[in-house]
């Protein structure tokens, strides 16, 4: 309590005791802000319920930094409907998105997932509102001002200054580093004495070793381990600290002549938007980084030595020894997992952890044999993989593919044949009957619409012409004058139906006129009109209840030939030029394979002739690529023998 304001904290993930997500509830007498949103690889259901109580009376939700431990939660939330204002520094909103990515891909690569997908993520990130640091964000309606500043540790990272008018601040800060980095700056303190500081304890009994040491450290053990022809796998986050490491061994690699041989690598499902994401964020980093950028004018995260690597086939081309910066901190999903099994058995290679994994987990495992100084163990662990289908059950999954497929396009068929009985008016039973019948009325209706124009026109130049003139008598009082001879009455219908009876006995369906040529009504494309025409010409009611509102086409014939060597928009078709390229498709060489390129036994299977039957076009998954090739994800026992750990954390 201060004054008149009533301050209440309720955490609902990251207090104290608890390694988990972070996540609070801050409520300034009737204000409710979400102070992150954070979660994990357990994907604890009963935290996103809590959440969820409040979810429609929360006013604002502030993200700090751009890892899964501050926004993991907040597609699943948004899809369970939190729809209040979301803010994040412009960086922590590109890379958040991105972190998402690797996350889901990540899970999706070991089993099937379905918390959530890319489209979840999407509409989440669309509630997101980006600021910049000191962005007054006002809540009129709860009077309560939200201000963003640099907390270090992470590219766009921010603790939040929030104030009631007329009372003390409130300063939320978590996860960071009051010391300047290679492309950080440290904390601002721009605050004094708040009212109420949040924050978190995780290193509170952890003194770091100064920065030039940590890094001397770190820069000769992998010089150690690849001088021995071992690897080093550093186990990081997708787009945190990833960019620090990243950007100082980046340096390293040009200034030391004994990693010039040793490849390094950054590796997550979306490495190459990261760095591209670091690059148009300079003016959020240090002045070293900018200056550096002004001067020399080319930007200092586009690396010379860093390759940029998305799937473990890219990695293994990649000339050893590495050095690979993979993502997951927890190593329970990820590349740092799928590496791990086959990395940490050759007693060779280290192992490197930036940060103290969540407990009861495979990063924690090593992190608790690098404080303990132990290697050469060896421990059995469940392992999650997605492989390739082969024989039988790649048989029986085509299989069903094709039954699907044959489904599917049955539907299809089925509901264009319906569309098309609806768009014409006709019922399945009698669409036949109808069509003759319509087509008829229709050439009735042109022909005669067409004759009566023409009379119309007709009548009118004749009047114009052969009228009598007398002068100070109207011409109406001629034309019904008993002097002026009148030609002989014919009924305008019977002249009419003669000239269509004409027309149609010459099986023409071109439109006569007396003053401009013969027109050709070929367009391949069908008018339509309403069915008061039919009503007109014969059609009875009850066939027009039946048809209800469709309509019927004006110029319905018959140009099949035309339609056939002609594409939508009438151009010409000249079939030999298609059938030329197939023919010259038919000898297309295959793929050379790289003199340097070692066969893979892990490579996705291939369909032996002999295997296949009958003929192929009716098997149309033949043709697989390494996206779309049928998986199935297994879990199999692995016993690995430990290599060497150590720690490098700020």
Same mark, same amino acid.
């Given at each position: 309590?201060?004054?008149?304001?009533?301050?209440?904290?309720?955490?609902?993930?990251?207090?104290?005791?608890?390694?988990?997500?972070?996540?609070?509830?801050?409520?300034?007498?009737?204000?409710?802000?979400?102070?992150?949103?954070?979660?994990?690889?357990?994907?604890?259901?009963?935290?996103?319920?809590?959440?969820?109580?409040?979810?429609?009376?929360?006013?604002?939700?502030?993200?700090?930094?751009?890892?899964?431990?501050?926004?993991?939660?907040?597609?699943?939330?948004?899809?369970?409907?939190?729809?209040?204002?979301?803010?994040?520094?412009?960086?922590?909103?590109?890379?958040?998105?991105?972190?998402?990515?690797?996350?889901?891909?990540?899970?999706?690569?070991?089993?099937?997932?379905?918390?959530?997908?890319?489209?979840?993520?999407?509409?989440?990130?669309?509630?997101?509102?980006?600021?910049?640091?000191?962005?007054?964000?006002?809540?009129?309606?709860?009077?309560?001002?939200?201000?963003?500043?640099?907390?270090?540790?992470?590219?766009?990272?921010?603790?939040?200054?929030?104030?009631?008018?007329?009372?003390?601040?409130?300063?939320?800060?978590?996860?960071?580093?009051?010391?300047?980095?290679?492309?950080?700056?440290?904390?601002?303190?721009?605050?004094?004495?708040?009212?109420?500081?949040?924050?978190?304890?995780?290193?509170?009994?952890?003194?770091?070793?100064?920065?030039?040491?940590?890094?001397?450290?770190?820069?000769?053990?992998?010089?150690?381990?690849?001088?021995?022809?071992?690897?080093?796998?550093?186990?990081?986050?997708?787009?945190?600290?990833?960019?620090?490491?990243?950007?100082?061994?980046?340096?390293?690699?040009?200034?030391?002549?004994?990693?010039?041989?040793?490849?390094?690598?950054?590796?997550?499902?979306?490495?190459?938007?990261?760095?591209?994401?670091?690059?148009?964020?300079?003016?959020?980093?240090?002045?070293?980084?900018?200056?550096?950028?002004?001067?020399?004018?080319?930007?200092?995260?586009?690396?010379?030595?860093?390759?940029?690597?998305?799937?473990?086939?890219?990695?293994?081309?990649?000339?050893?020894?590495?050095?690979?910066?993979?993502?997951?901190?927890?190593?329970?999903?990820?590349?740092?997992?799928?590496?791990?099994?086959?990395?940490?058995?050759?007693?060779?290679?280290?192992?490197?952890?930036?940060?103290?994994?969540?407990?009861?987990?495979?990063?924690?495992?090593?992190?608790?044999?690098?404080?303990?100084?132990?290697?050469?163990?060896?421990?059995?662990?469940?392992?999650?993989?997605?492989?390739?289908? =082969?024989?039988? /059950?790649? #048989? *029986?999954?085509?299989?069903? %593919?094709?039954? $699907?497929?044959?489904? &599917?396009?049955?539907? +299809?068929?089925?509901?264009?044949?319906?569309?098309?009985?609806?768009?014409?008016?006709?019922?399945?039973? =009698?669409?036949? /009957?109808? #069509? *003759?019948?319509?087509?008829? %009325?229709?050439? $009735?209706?042109?022909? &005669?619409?067409?004759? +009566?124009?023409?009379?119309?026109?007709?009548?009118?130049?004749?009047?114009?012409?052969?009228?009598?003139?007398?002068?100070?008598?109207?011409?109406?009082?001629?034309?019904?004058?008993?002097?002026?001879?009148?030609?002989?009455?014919?009924?305008?219908?019977?002249?009419?139906?003669?000239?269509?009876?004409?027309?149609?006995?010459?099986?023409?369906?071109?439109?006569?006129?007396?003053?401009?040529?013969?027109?050709?009504?070929?367009?391949?494309?069908?008018?339509?009109?309403?069915?008061?025409?039919?009503?007109?010409?014969?059609?009875?009611?009850?066939?027009?209840?039946?048809?209800?509102?469709?309509?019927?086409?004006?110029?319905?014939?018959?140009?099949?030939?035309?339609?056939?060597?002609?594409?939508?928009?009438?151009?010409?078709?000249?079939?030999?030029?298609?059938?030329?390229?197939?023919?010259?498709?038919?000898?297309?060489?295959?793929?050379?394979?790289?003199?340097?390129?070692?066969?893979?036994?892990?490579?996705?299977?291939?369909?032996?002739?002999?295997?296949?039957?009958?003929?192929?076009?009716?098997?149309?998954?033949?043709?697989?690529?390494?996206?779309?090739?049928?998986?199935?994800?297994?879990?199999?026992?692995?016993?690995?023998?430990?290599?060497?750990?150590?720690?490098?954390?700020?």
């Amino acid at each position: 309590m201060s004054g008149k304001q009533n301050i209440r904290l309720l955490p609902l993930a990251g207090a104290a005791g608890d390694d988990g997500p972070y996540c609070f509830l801050l409520m300034i007498d009737d204000c409710k802000i979400l102070l992150d949103c954070g979660w994990d690889d357990r994907f604890d259901l009963k935290y996103i319920d809590e959440i969820m109580k409040y979810c429609y009376s929360i006013d604002a939700v502030l993200l700090s930094h751009s890892d899964r431990a501050h926004l993991g939660a907040l597609p699943l939330l948004v899809k369970k409907g939190l729809r209040c204002p979301i803010y994040a520094t412009v960086p922590v909103a590109n890379l958040g998105k991105l972190v998402m990515y690797d996350w889901m891909n990540s899970h999706h690569n070991i089993e099937e997932f379905d918390v959530f997908n890319l489209d979840e993520i999407d509409a989440a990130w669309k509630s997101i509102i980006p600021i910049n640091y000191n962005q007054r964000i006002n809540l009129a309606h709860r009077n309560v001002i939200c201000r963003a500043f640099n907390s270090g540790h992470s590219l766009g990272g921010a603790y939040w200054r929030i104030t009631k008018t007329g009372e003390e601040a409130i300063i939320y800060a978590v996860a960071f580093n009051h010391r300047k980095e290679w492309h950080l700056n440290a904390m601002t303190y721009d605050f004094y004495r708040p009212h109420l500081f949040i924050m978190d304890s995780t290193n509170s009994l952890y003194t770091a070793p100064r920065r030039k040491q940590r890094d001397e450290s770190l820069v000769k053990k992998i010089v150690d381990t690849a001088t021995n022809g071992g690897e080093v796998m550093i186990v990081t986050d997708t787009a945190g600290r990833s960019l620090e490491i990243a950007f100082f061994l980046d340096s390293c690699w040009s200034a030391i002549n004994d990693l010039k041989t040793t490849s390094l690598v950054l590796m997550s499902n979306v490495a190459a938007s990261v760095v591209d994401h670091a690059k148009m964020h300079i003016d959020w980093m240090n002045k070293t980084v900018a200056e550096r950028f002004e001067t020399t004018a080319q930007n200092p995260f586009k690396f010379k030595h860093v390759h940029l690597v998305h799937r473990l086939q890219d990695l293994d081309r990649l000339r050893s020894p590495k050095v690979v910066l993979c993502s997951q901190m927890d190593m329970e999903s990820g590349y740092s997992y799928e590496l791990f099994s086959n990395f940490v058995a050759d007693p060779r290679n280290a192992l490197v952890l930036t940060s103290r994994p969540r407990a009861n987990t495979i990063g924690h495992y090593f992190y608790q044999l690098a404080q303990d100084g132990a290697a050469g163990a060896s421990r059995t662990f469940n392992i999650r993989k997605r492989i390739f289908l =082969d024989g039988p /059950e790649l #048989e *029986e999954h085509r299989q069903r %593919a094709a039954q $699907k497929h044959a489904v &599917e396009q049955e539907k +299809r068929l089925e509901k264009f044949r319906k569309e098309q009985r609806l768009y014409v008016g006709a019922s399945s039973s =009698d669409e036949s /009957e109808d #069509e *003759e019948e319509i087509a008829k %009325a229709v050439d $009735k209706y042109i022909i &005669e619409t067409d004759v +009566r124009n023409r009379k119309r026109k007709r009548k009118h130049e004749v009047r114009k012409h052969t009228q009598t003139v007398i002068p100070g008598i109207s011409v109406k009082l001629i034309e019904e004058s008993q002097f002026v001879e009148k030609p002989k009455e014919v009924s305008e219908d019977e002249e009419i139906e003669a000239e269509v009876e004409e027309i149609r006995k010459s099986k023409s369906r071109r439109v006569a006129t007396d003053d401009i040529e013969m027109q050709n009504w070929d367009n391949p494309f069908d008018l339509y009109f309403r069915h008061h025409v039919l009503v007109y010409y014969g059609m009875g009611k009850s066939d027009v209840k039946k048809k209800k509102r469709a309509g019927f086409p004006m110029f319905s014939f018959d140009n099949d030939k035309r339609k056939m060597n002609t594409s939508d928009y009438g151009e010409p078709i000249n079939p030999e030029i298609f059938q030329e390229k197939q023919r010259n498709d038919m000898f297309v060489p295959a793929p050379m394979q790289r003199p340097d390129e070692k066969p893979d036994e892990d490579k996705k299977p291939t369909i032996k002739d002999e295997e296949t039957d009958g003929d192929e076009s009716d098997k149309p998954l033949l043709g697989f690529t390494d996206d779309d090739w049928p998986t199935k994800c297994i879990e199999e026992q692995e016993e690995v023998q430990m290599c060497f750990v150590i720690l490098y954390s700020e």
